[in-house]
């Protein structure tokens, strides 16, 4: 076993921000502030290690809000923003300056989710329902996770944060962040809990941790298994903090978490492990199996009641086609129904339905995912994002067969992204976007490793090297 000096710092700096929700206003600031301090120095002394830092502030983004003075709040709120700014001028400069390889796949994507954007743009000039700056707005959202994907990719393929290079600065901190998860959650599981709980399901309270709501942590625990399942392939032991971590999972009590990690298990054991034969009757087993899981969800958001008043994400998956079927062939357009963005600037659509007043105001109105789809790019915009989605999950089957782990990690974040959107946000949310970043790093991978390559652990020997 070696012990090295950065191995040192990055333990130091992944405990210290650990710590900080424990605590209470000052002394939580003091340890984020060392935090910042630390990470500094990480850049500092440690050769390319803002791949690490940048990736761990992005995933911990929710966690930060929690933390952070009032005043500091807009800031950490919108940073993932400004990163999505420098992917853009990044792939802008690897045109220019370099040159973008493309598979045929990856070119029939890139068609496919640009046609998906033009037809909304279409939709949002021939309609007017919106402002220009709301429909910008609507626009950067939605192709965040599209943005990050192609980000990752190209910085996996031109050696700035390739699979190699990300191991090095993520897997420890990963490994550290999930013991002291699982050891916060069987504390909150067992003991007077360190953080609030959520609602009641199963057999106990939800748990989120320190973070705002369980979907959040269930999301970041997923990240977290997704960067440890890239890594497998350079430190095999990694599978144990996999199985940790899923425990974490579990703890959130989130029916869409529940599905994907039984999806994702399966996918390792009838791909990565026994490749096992007939994989499609399988995956209809696991898909019968998730949605028994989800039956009490689906019942409570999907099945409408003896009162007067449908649940409100059947209300918006009615509402969603209604407006697609009577925009056709476009849809309504960039900020008009089923996004965040729409909701916030108060799109008209939510008044004329009345989401705005009565029984439906203050409901999660921007809690869905395909009515948006549905609505704002018409029936042939949602063909081409649905045929978006299947070509980057035939990517990550295809990498499969060439790098067992990157074609793994690629699936997992399909499947919790499909399992997402069901529920939330899906694809468009901050904390799924953040993972397209390591599936475009996955799908940049190298294939399978040779032996005298792969990472070795005999004996015990410790070394400290500055």
């Known amino acids: 076993m070696k012990i090295k ?54 995933a911990m983004q929710n ?37 973008i390889n493309l598979t045929y796949l990856e070119r029939i994507l890139i068609v496919c989710y640009g046609l998906y954007l033009l037809l ?31 980000g990752g990719l190209e910085l996996s393929r031109q050696g700035v944060a390739d699979s190699k290079t990300f191991y090095e600065h993520t897997n420890l901190a990963c490994k550290i962040i999930t013991v002291v998860l699982f050891l ?20 106990t309270d939800s748990l989120q941790l320190f973070f705002y709501h369980p979907t959040h942590l269930a999301a970041f625990s997923i990240l977290i298994i997704s960067v440890l399942i890239l890594n497998l392939q350079y430190d095999k032991s990694n599978m144990y903090f996999i199985i940790i971590m899923a425990c974490v999972t579990l703890l959130t009590f989130r029916a869409k978490a ?13 791909f990565v492990k026994y490749n096992l034969p007939f994989k499609g009757l399988i995956f209809v087993g696991a898909a019968c199996a998730a949605l028994y899981f989800s039956l009490d969800q689906i019942d409570l958001y999907f099945t409408e009641s003896a009162g007067s008043y449908a649940p409100i994400r059947l209300k918006m998956m009615r ?27 108060g799109s008209s659509f939510y008044y004329n339905l009345g989401y705005m007043g009565g029984y439906y105001k203050d409901q999660p109105v921007g809690d869905v995912f395909w009515p948006g789809i549905f609505a704002e790019s018409g029936w042939i915009g949602t063909v081409f994002f649905a045929l978006t989605t299947v070509m980057m999950t035939a990517l990550g089957v295809r990498k499969i067969k060439v790098n067992k782990y990157a ?3 690629m699936l997992s974040v399909m499947t919790y992204a ?33 032996d005298n390559d792969k990472s070795k652990r005999k004996g015990l020997k410790i070394k400290i090297k500055v």
């Open 5 to 58: 000096f950065k191995d040192i710092l990055v333990f130091v700096t992944t405990i210290t921000f650990l710590i900080a929700p424990l605590l209470k206003g000052t002394a939580s600031y003091i340890f984020l502030v060392a935090t910042l301090a630390l990470c500094v120095l990480c850049m500092i002394l440690i050769k390319k290690a803002y791949v690490g830092v940048i990736f761990f502030l992005m």
């Open 63 to 99: 966690a930060l809000q929690m933390l952070v003075p009032r005043a500091m709040l807009q800031a950490v709120t919108y940073y993932d923003e400004l990163f999505q700014v420098v992917i853009i001028f990044y792939l802008l400069y690897v045109m220019v300056k370099k040159r």
């Open 120 to 150: 909304c743009f279409l939709s949002s000039v021939f309609n007017d329902y919106a402002t220009v700056t709301v429909i910008v707005l609507d626009a950067f959202v939605c192709v965040k996770f599209f943005l990050f994907y192609r």
């Open 184 to 203: 916060y959650a069987l504390h909150d599981l067992f003991f007077t809990p360190f953080f609030k709980k959520y609602d009641f399901r199963y057999f």
């Open 258 to 270: 529940i599905a994907a990690m039984l999806i994702i298990f399966l996918i390792y054991f009838a």
């Open 319 to 345: 509402d969603g086609i209604s407006i697609a079927n009577n925009h056709f062939p476009l849809g309504s357009g960039f900020g008009t129904y089923g996004t965040t963005v729409a909701y916030d600037y």
């Open 407 to 409: 074609g793994w990690c």
């Open 418 to 450: 499909f399992c997402s959107s069901t529920s939330e946000t899906g694809f468009f949310h901050p904390a799924v976007a953040i993972m397209f970043i390591v599936y475009g790093i996955a799908a940049g991978a190298p294939g399978e490793l040779a």
